[in-house]
């Protein structure tokens, strides 16, 4: 019965939301093409656990492969299309298939579905915005993949309502779930300023003497002759105007870029929910994370001199402030990020589809033969380079370029910039 359910929705709102994409064509349809296989690939997975027992941890994850590579693929897809017109569309899709994950989820799997439904609707409803005036069928589009994820809700609480049920042994835990996508950790938000301090009386007088225009410089004393000090020479005789102190002042020192100067904080190495979180470790060179979810997020920040083993798949790692450090790593989602980072090293042993290095002073990349194809995205940083394997256990050094040269374009329709390399 799980399985007709199933081709209830194949057959149903799937259907439905594959033929509006089609009709609306481009990118849409595309897309729609990578969901249609990903839904496939699912409807053999549970075709599969209706017929046999629980497998072992390790043949679950090899089974659950194609449905987390088409959900990998539509993720990626949408990265690939970020000036396409049809960019909200993609992303409603790409933020909610996730989705599809709840056959990984135990013992509450309904309510991952819903979750991740609710994560799309944002993107739905700018196409709502952008489209309900000028094509009703993109009004229909959305409606029909949010209908679709809600059945598939409805049937996942009506069949598997604890986890994935396998007729040998029922519905035990497990693996983890596909890739949940979605944006890293948003940047810490920066402070307000208190405009409760100031009372309405200081705000009015503040006013009053801006309004004030021009006489706002009557009260300024003038200068005479007399006392200007080109046309008086013995004025120049008098005491100067800044005496030395007889003791110095302690200088403060410049902040440092990167993690600088570690706080007298406790270190921190606690998993919150989906994200993992390590903070403030000093001269630590055995962090490992393991027991990883694919939808985990791994979030290193402020530490200093120390080294971080992420074990299995998680959807990204991001290094923030942190000096010295290294990471090794076997499969990312949808990438690594080192921010504010001073003489940090990452390692893929697997596959990563994107590095992004913004406001970093040394990086050195170490990729694997799968992670060839990456994808790098520097700002503001210098002293970067990816070392690729030969073969032979040995890396091949390349250098990221940091200068750039502009030119004006004949006739002068824009500008064109190109990378300096170096030539050392």
Known sequence: ????????????????????????????????????????????????????????????????????????????????????????????????????????????????????????????????????????????????????????????????????????????PAPPPPPAGGLPPPPPMLPEVDFGNLSVDDRSALFAEINQGEAITSSLRKVTSDMQTHKNPQLRQGPAPFK???????????????????????????????????????????????????????????????????????NGVILDSCTKCAVVFDNLVSGIEFVNCQSVQMQVLGKVPTISIDKTDGCQIYLSPESLDVEVVSSKSSEMNVLVPKGDGDYTEHPIPEQYKTVINKPPTGLTTTPVESKG
């Open 1 to 172: 019965m799980s399985v007709n359910g199933y081709q209830d929705i194949l057959q149903g709102p799937l259907r439905s939301y594959l033929e509006l994409s089609k009709q609306i064509g481009g990118d849409v349809a595309t897309h729609a093409n990578l969901v249609n296989e990903a839904f496939q690939a699912q409807y053999k997975y549970i075709q599969l656990a209706a017929s046999r027992s629980k497998p072992s941890q390790s043949e679950e994850m090899q089974l659950l492969a194609p449905t987390s590579d088409k959900i990998s693929a539509i993720q990626q897809f949408r990265e690939k299309n970020r000036a396409s017109t049809f960019f909200n569309h993609l992303s409603a899709i790409s933020e909610s298939i996730p989705a599809l994950g709840w056959v990984a989820i135990s013992p509450t799997p309904a309510p991952y579905v819903k979750e991740m439904n609710d994560a799309g609707q944002f993107y739905t409803n700018r196409v709502l915005k952008d489209w309900k005036e000028k094509d009703k069928t993109h009004v229909e589009w959305c409606r029909t993949w949010v209908q679709l994820l809600s059945d598939l809700q409805a049937f996942v609480k009506q069949y598997h309502t604890t986890g994935l049920v396998w007729s040998g042994k029922g519905g035990a």
């Open 244 to 314: 030395a102190a007889t003791k110095s002042a302690p200088v403060k020192a410049l902040p440092t870029p990167g993690a600088g100067n570690i706080p007298d904080k406790p270190p921190v190495f606690t998993r919150d929910g989906k994200k993992w979180i390590i903070e403030f470790q000093k001269g630590n060179p055995n962090l490992v994370v393991e027991n990883t979810d694919m939808n985990n997020m791994v979030y290193m920040f402020r530490c200093r001199d120390s080294a971080l083993t992420v074990r299995g798949k998680v």
